[in-house]
C-alpha cells in the first residue's frame, strides 16, 4: 500500500478555509485516498474518500492532483470542534483483505 | 454516531491478566477490524475478519486473539496483559471487504489501562 506524508501540526482561523495537505507519491492507480479525524480520544470519524476526482459532502471538499501524488482536504469554514488529529490514508479498491495502515496525521488546531 | 459499538468502555485490570473486548457492528456489515492506540504508536492495525474469518493480521501479539462469530459482533481477547497493553482498541466494520470502495466506520474504543 502506498504510503502519506502529512503536516505534523497546522493552525487555522475560526471561520476560515482550512487546507490541509496529504503527499501520496507512490499511489497506484486502484488506490482510494480517505481522510478520517479523530477528535481527542474519540473514535476516527470519516470524512470523505476519492480516487481521481474531486470530491465534496456536508463536512469537506477532497481535492485530488491529476497526477494523484497528492490530495488536499479543505474544510470550508473551520470552526472549534474541527480541532482534531486528521488522517489521510490510501487504500486498495479491491483485495481479498484490508490492512489499512494509519500515519501520524496532521494536527490541526482551530484558532478562535 | 457511527452505528458500531463497542464494549466495555473503560477496563482497569492487572498485569497477568485476561480479558475480553466486544465489538458489534454496523447494522449489515460483514467485516470487523480491530485496531489498537497507545500515546507512542498511534493508531496501530491489529486484525480483520470478514464474515467469521480471519482474513488479514497486522502487528498483533500472539497474546492476543480474536475471533468473529455467526452474528457478527467480533471480541478480542489479551491475555498475559502487559503495562504495555494500555491503550485505546477500536473496532471498526465495513459492509464487505472491497477494501479501498468501502469506507471503515469505527466505534467509540475501549479504554483499557493495566497497573
Known amino acids: 500500500d502506498a504510503k502519506t506524508t502529512q503536516p505534523t501540526s497546522m493552525d487555522c482561523a475560526e471561520g476560515r478555509a482550512a487546507n490541509l495537505p496529504c503527499n501520496h507519491s507512490?499511489?497506484?492507480?486502484?488506490?482510494?485516498v480517505y481522510w478520517y479525524r479523530q477528535i481527542h480520544s474519540q473514535g476516527p470519524q470519516y470524512i470523505i474518500h476519492g480516487l481521481k476526482n474531486n470530491e465534496t459532502n456536508e463536512m469537506a471538499s477532497l481535492i485530488i492532483t491529476e497526477d494523484r501524488k497528492s490530495s488536499t482536504l479543505i474544510l470550508p469554514h473551520a470552526t472549534l470542534r474541527d480541532t482534531a488529529v486528521y488522517y489521510c490514508i490510501v487504500r486498495v479498491a479491491k483485495t481479498s483483505y484490508d490492512k489499512v495502515i494509519f500515519g501520524p496525521g496532521t494536527s490541526l488546531s482551530v484558532i478562535p | 454516531d457511527s452505528g458500531v459499538t463497542q464494549t466495555p468502555k473503560h477496563l482497569i485490570t492487572a498485569t497477568g491478566q485476561r480479558v475480553t473486548l466486544r465489538c458489534s457492528p454496523r447494522?449489515?456489515?460483514?467485516?470487523v477490524y480491530w485496531y489498537q492506540q497507545s500515546l507512542d504508536q498511534g493508531l496501530q492495525f491489529l486484525i480483520q475478519y470478514y464474515n467469521g474469518e480471519e482474513r488479514a493480521k497486522g502487528n498483533i501479539l500472539e497474546r492476543f486473539s480474536a475471533q468473529q462469530f455467526p452474528d457478527l459482533h467480533s471480541e478480542l481477547n489479551l491475555s498475559s496483559l502487559e503495562l504495555g497493553d494500555s491503550a485505546l482498541y477500536f473496532c471498526?466494520?465495513?459492509?464487505?471487504?472491497?477494501?479501498?470502495?468501502?469506507?471503515?466506520?469505527f466505534g467509540p474504543g475501549t479504554r483499557l489501562l493495566v497497573l
Open positions: 507512490t499511489i497506484s492507480g486502484n488506490e482510494y
Open positions: 471498526a466494520s465495513s459492509a464487505s471487504i472491497a477494501g479501498g470502495q468501502e469506507t471503515q466506520y
Open positions: 447494522s449489515g456489515d460483514l467485516s
